[in-house]
């Protein structure tokens, strides 16, 4: 009966290895004391206005008003003060991560008044900022994103100027055009920067769903294209994903000079099951950039899908030596080690999860993993230990595993 027992849990955490081989992160938020800011706006309406451009004109500028006095908060009392970042920068980040809600609004046809108010946990917006400093691309995202917003106001305020110069009803119509586009532009931005906060919380439908208004309103938004796409991958709908990710290639032809979009797109195909055309993606990646960690990264990937472990170890490791984009760099060790596993190098494996807790304390699997070595060699302490942190973590998996150790002896 117990080697009956014994048997069956080596079947299991052999089937648990396979099933979590290419775990992603999965980080939860502490939630802590907020601050709020409130300001109001008044907007005296043009020719040109209905309440819905006046409430976009609006909305943009006292969203403005209201990330200045929280980027002076967070500068002056928080440790964003250390991370070497501008005030203006701060400004640029925090409109990724926190959004003006509209508390009142009044419309007499033609004046728009708002009260409006932001309010923000400073810990996780500082966590928030300090992951924006880090990512060379989302911080560009928002800046350009402001700069979009800054001069698609300005645009208006010309538009507005140019309307009482009119002579005709040709201009008059023409600057109508060019008005209802700047407002569109406008509403554009306010969609995208909602896709960024709900992306940043993980709240992935309403990210989807607000990047799609983008595209809606901007079918050339490449970057509202992309992360939506990456959305997708995150939530394992590949074939929108991959289409996405296409989409966004043929939009912006620069984007295609950068390796992370055939990265991202060949973890889609991965997922999929195509590993050909993973493979494809994951190499075309590191023709563009040969030490590009993520590439060989997916390439591990694929080949331990392919049950090819020697050529799986290899591409990892030179993940481990590489320069990494997305910042996983926990799970390169980590899939290492469970590959390890696989082919029975217990020892090189416990190495890797060592250094995959020592990345991430927080990463389940790793102490279960690293268990099932600890058991494979007979050290049934350590493995106990380990099986009873990951189910401390709530990993069901750990808790499996550590009852049918105890109910073995």
Not at 63 to 78: A, M, P, Q
Not at 330 to 344: E, F, K, L, P
Request: aromatic share 14%; charged share 30%; net charge neutral.
């Amino acid at each position: 009966m117990a080697e009956a027992k014994g048997d069956n849990m080596r079947y299991f955490m052999k089937i648990f290895i396979f099933a979590v081989l290419n775990i992603f992160l999965f980080a939860g938020l502490s939630h802590a004391e907020k601050v709020t800011f409130v300001k109001e706006y008044t907007y005296q309406a043009s020719e040109l206005d209905s309440k819905a451009s006046s409430r976009t004109i609006s909305l943009e500028m006292v969203k403005r008003l209201l990330l200045e006095e929280l980027g002076t908060y967070l500068i002056s009392e928080t440790e964003v003060k250390d991370f070497k970042l501008t005030k203006d920068q701060v400004k640029t980040y925090s409109a990724g991560i926190v959004g003006a809600e509209i508390i009142e609004d009044k419309w007499d046809g033609k004046t728009y008044w708002l009260k409006a108010k932001v309010s923000a946990d400073p810990k996780e917006v500082s966590k928030s900022l300090k992951k924006i400093k880090d990512d060379q691309f989302k911080g560009k995202e928002l800046e350009e994103t402001r700069k979009k917003a800054e001069e698609l106001t300005k645009e208006v305020e010309r538009l507005n100027k140019e309307l009482a110069k009119a002579t005709n009803k040709q201009q008059s119509k023409k600057i109508e055009q060019e008005y209802k586009s700047a407002i569109q532009g406008l509403t554009a931005v306010e969609w995208f920067e909602k896709g960024l906060r709900y992306d940043i919380d993980k709240a992935y439908n309403n990210a989807i769903e607000a990047y799609t208004n983008v595209i809606a309103l901007d079918s050339n938004h490449a970057i509202a294209c992309f992360n939506r796409g990456r959305v997708f991958l995150d939530k394992s709908q590949y074939d929108r994903a991959i289409e996405d990710f296409s989409r966004t290639i043929s939009i912006d032809n620069t984007i295609s000079k950068f390796p992370f979009i055939y990265y991202v797109r060949g973890m889609a195909y991965m997922g999929k099951g195509q590993y050909d055309m993973a493979f494809k993606d994951c190499n075309k990646a590191i023709d563009i950039a040969w030490n590009y960690a993520d590439a060989y990264y997916c390439l591990g990937n694929v080949y331990s899908k392919e049950s090819q472990y020697d050529k799986a170890i290899e591409n990892f490791s030179r993940a481990i030596k590489g320069v990494s984009i997305s910042g996983f760099y926990y799970a390169y060790y980590y899939n290492r080690g469970t590959t390890y596993v696989i082919i029975g190098h217990y020892d090189k494996a416990i190495d890797d999860f060592n250094k995959t807790i020592s990345l991430n304390p927080n990463f389940a699997y790793a102490y279960s993993n690293r268990g099932i070595a600890y058991y494979q060699l007979g050290n049934i302490d350590r493995a106990i230990s380990d099986f009873q942190k990951a189910c401390d973590m709530e990993d069901k998996t750990g808790c499996k595993l550590l009852q049918m150790i105890l109910e073995k002896q």
